[in-house]
């Protein structure tokens, strides 16, 4: 073997030992500071929650909805709460959802309509108005609108109402 294949090689055992002696020295110790933290369990309150999913227009019945722990932080005040309304699920039993209510999203009076109130009430977006025609089976749109489909209306009258306010407009 030539003498500088041999100088290269004895280089290279030489590096590759010191690399591991100082690789293995180790030298002191790094001192770990091992902190420990305590979990405390957050209070929790009983909320009012929807078991499956509540349609718009669907009544409530207790088999829709039901209790579920809550940590107290995060109860906002327009959920139905075992604290305030002890016998929610029985006070609930009949009302109607103006909106989709998810399973397990909170009960929220706003999202509800009590029977009292009328179903038209639950129904009917805000700013929107309700007129009441007499329907027969010939007239009728025999099961092909349902709720939340948009339809349009169109007046077939004899009389053509004039309104200064609104000119070109029928």
């Known amino acids: 073997m030539k003498p500088a294949r041999i100088l290269l090689l004895s280089v290279a055992i030489v590096t590759g030992g010191l690399a591991a002696f100082l690789a293995t020295r180790g030298g002191d110790p790094v001192t ?4 420990t933290t305590q979990v405390v369990e957050e209070a929790k309150l009983q909320v009012l929650i ?6 718009v227009g669907q009544r409530l019945t207790s088999s829709l909805v039901s ?40 009960i929220r009076e706003t999202k509800l309509v ?15 108005r309700a007129v009441s025609v007499s329907v027969t089976a010939e007239s009728g749109a025999g099961g092909y609108i349902v709720p939340n489909d ?14 200064p306010n609104h000119i070109g407009q029928h």
């Open 32 to 35: 770990q500071v091992v902190q």
């Open 50 to 55: 929807a078991s499956v999913t509540i349609g």
């Open 67 to 106: 209790w579920q722990d809550w940590p107290e932080g995060a109860v906002r005040p327009e959920y139905i709460t075992s604290e305030i309304i002890p016998d929610a699920i029985e006070q609930m039993e009949g009302t109607v959802a103006r909106f989709e209510i998810f399973a397990g999203e909170p």
């Open 114 to 128: 009590r029977s009292d109130q009328g179903y038209l009430s639950a129904v009917i977006q805000p700013g929107m």
């Open 150 to 163: 948009r339809v349009g209306s169109h007046w077939s009258g004899s009389r053509w109402f004039r309104n």
